[in-house]
């Protein structure tokens, strides 16, 4: 059931995780994060630009009690390996809040590299456990390093890893 439609589990790891980002726009941004995805083969040649697109046409911000969140992907056709790239803000960035349209300050953001619908799914799920928790989420934004964050995450999508 974890599995896309490749067989393959989700890919995350410390690579997959940037720090103290500095972006001037929510495109620059996105574009900075989704290097990780093709320095690891995970993606097509069309996924940046598909993913700016995206968020364009569907905002991906999230209004969290504490701090503001953007969950950005692409469709499944620019996407080789489900995956999964975490880049935290040193200064907040704006994107769009996902149900209103609003202008919203970003400082998390879960970027997903997503091979199949149902996949989506599970991976939104285990994200939004992580946003309900107040604490962890604090935890992520504020870590000192690539393995704070990553054993703040892990717990929320080990079964979803090889």
Not at 57 to 69: D, F, N, W
Not at 134 to 156: D, F, G
């Amino acid at each position: 059931m974890n599995h896309n439609k490749n067989g393959d589990k989700l890919k995350f790891d410390k690579d997959m995780i940037m720090l103290n980002i500095r972006a001037s726009s929510s495109d620059e941004l996105l574009k900075e994060i989704s290097q990780l995805f093709y320095d690891k083969d995970y993606v097509h040649d069309s996924f940046k630009q598909a993913i700016i697109k995206r968020e364009e046409q569907y905002p991906t911000g999230l209004k969290t009690t504490s701090i503001g969140v953007a969950i950005p992907h692409a469709d499944p056709v620019h996407v080789k390996q489900e995956s999964l790239a975490v880049g935290i803000l040193k200064d907040a960035v704006t994107f769009n809040e996902m149900t209103s349209g609003e202008p919203l300050n970003v400082e998390i953001v879960f970027m997903l590299g997503i091979t199949d619908s149902g996949q989506h799914l599970i991976m939104l799920k285990a994200i939004s456990e992580i946003l309900k928790d107040r604490e962890k989420l604090s935890n992520i934004r504020y870590a000192a390093t690539k393995e704070e964050v990553y054993q703040c995450i892990l717990p929320y999508i080990s079964e979803l890893l090889e």
